[in-house]
């Protein structure tokens, strides 16, 4: 038996080889695809973006990672890494806390909002406009629903021209960089004193931004 150990330990030295992560993670693991996952200890979560880098790296050099994707392990949350010769960039970041809803709920996406100003002058007709939005998306990010406003008015006018309304988008990705959307537009318009109404379908494109989308 300890000659099978002895020969063993000659065949493959590597398998001893200890591995001494630095304190700020306390263990690691990997999957079966291969994607190695760092256990972060209570200590990580106060580092800056740059201490967070600079632990990764040296984690992934302890572990013999060159090259290659990491995840990060904090308590009900995670992050992902990209390691490029030694230098590590985090591509993501999650939690599971973000806006419960309750049990058994299915939890909502990122709010979204927008908010933007124009005013002209000069010409025959000087104006000032505002539009804004505000929105989430829903379901596991498939779709997305949100509230529209505009405002118009005339430098010289009494009346203004507002409208108010509701969209809902179905998202389509094609890969991890973008995707389109298809859905319908609910508008109430108040067109100079005249309120009036319609619907319509809209439809975009979609491009997903590398630390959000």
């Not at 990010?141 to 509701?166: C, H, I």
């Amino acid at each position: 038996m300890r000659l099978l150990l002895a020969a063993l330990l000659l065949l493959a030295p590597g398998l001893c080889r200890a591995v001494t992560l630095p304190s700020e993670f306390e263990g690691s693991r990997v999957n079966t695809s291969g994607l190695v996952y760092l256990k972060a200890s209570s200590s990580y979560k106060n580092l800056s973006a740059a201490a967070k880098a600079d632990s990764v790296s040296k984690a992934a050099a302890s572990l013999g990672r060159a090259s290659g994707q990491l995840t990060v392990e904090l308590d009900g949350a995670g992050e992902l890494w990209n390691v490029n010769n030694g230098k590590a960039l985090e591509l993501e970041s999650w939690s599971d806390k973000t806006l419960p809803l309750g049990p058994g709920s299915d939890r909502m996406g990122r709010w979204f909002a927008s908010f933007g100003m124009q005013s002209m002058g000069g010409g025959n007709h000087p104006s000032s406009t505002v539009n804004m939005r505000l929105g989430s998306t829903l379901y596991k990010n498939r779709y997305d629903l949100a509230l529209s406003y505009d405002y118009s008015k005339p430098r010289d006018s009494l009346l203004s021209r507002a409208s108010l309304g509701v969209v809902g988008r179905a998202l389509m990705p094609l890969s991890r960089h973008g995707g389109w959307n298809i859905g319908v537009q609910l508008s109430s318009y108040n067109n100079y004193g005249v309120k009036t109404s319609d619907s319509g379908l809209v439809t975009g494109l979609n491009v997903y931004l590398p630390r959000g989308s």
